[in-house]
């Protein structure tokens, strides 16, 4: 009988789940947002605030967290969007377009509930203006510094061809 006592709570044992919690970093909750809103249509971009934008400015960089606030639970998310949408679109087809990507990758990258999507409109630009306004410093540092190096080779192209005809003008007075 002993040994059906053992055998009972080997079994009891073996099906007990370990214990432990999954949680997730704001910054992956904002990652899954910022990957998710990529291709909205509508959508050009989310504002990050004045340092973000700062810094943005500065750099290039293309952080997909910037201007996407969290509150994340153990089962639940909300979001909080400041975005800049085009001119021409609507911003109620925008949301819901917000709503469904968003409620779709946090449900499949993390089973959370997606509870709450708070957007505010921050800009309405057109397309063209948007592109103007996301040329940084490093982009135009970048810039002029090709053009300098274009302008330079052409320079010692120039250079080296006037020589080379000099010296084949001498080479001709000389026979």
Same mark, same amino acid.
């Given at each position: 009988?002993?040994?059906?006592?053992?055998?009972?709570?080997?079994?009891?044992?073996?099906?007990?789940?370990?214990?432990?919690?999954?949680?997730?970093?704001?910054?992956?909750?904002?990652?899954?947002?910022?990957?998710?809103?990529?291709?909205?249509?509508?959508?050009?971009?989310?504002?990050?605030?004045?340092?973000?934008?700062?810094?943005?400015?500065?750099?290039?960089?293309?952080?997909?967290?910037?201007?996407?606030?969290?509150?994340?639970?153990?089962?639940?998310?909300?979001?909080?969007?400041?975005?800049?949408?085009?001119?021409?679109?609507? &911003?109620?087809?925008?949301? *819901?377009?917000? +709503?469904?990507?968003?409620?779709?990758? $946090?449900?499949? #990258? =993390? !089973?959370?509930?997606?509870?709450?999507?708070?957007?505010?409109?921050?800009?309405?630009?057109?397309?063209?203006?948007?592109?103007?306004?996301?040329?940084?410093?490093?982009?135009?540092?970048?810039? &002029?510094?090709?053009?300098? *190096?274009?302008? +330079?080779?052409?320079?010692?192209?120039? $250079?080296?061809? #006037? =020589? !080379?005809?000099?010296?084949?003008?001498?080479?001709?007075?000389?026979?």
């Amino acid at each position: 009988m002993s040994t059906e006592t053992k055998t009972t709570q080997n079994t009891a044992t073996e099906n007990r789940q370990p214990k432990g919690e999954l949680t997730f970093d704001d910054k992956v909750i904002q990652k899954v947002v910022g990957y998710a809103i990529e291709n909205v249509t509508g959508l050009l971009g989310v504002d990050g605030g004045f340092v973000a934008n700062i810094k943005n400015k500065i750099v290039n960089t293309d952080s997909p967290t910037d201007g996407i606030g969290v509150e994340v639970g153990k089962e639940q998310v909300a979001v909080d969007l400041n975005i800049i949408m085009e001119y021409g679109h609507n &911003a109620h087809d925008i949301y *819901k377009q917000l +709503t469904e990507v968003i409620t779709k990758q $946090v449900r499949e #990258t =993390t !089973s959370l509930t997606l509870v709450e999507l708070n957007v505010e409109v921050v800009d309405i630009q057109t397309q063209k203006e948007f592109d103007a306004s996301q040329t940084s410093l490093q982009d135009r540092v970048t810039d &002029a510094g090709r053009t300098i *190096k274009e302008k +330079t080779s052409d320079g010692v192209d120039a $250079v080296k061809k #006037t =020589t !080379s005809q000099a010296v084949n003008d001498d080479d001709n007075r000389v026979k």
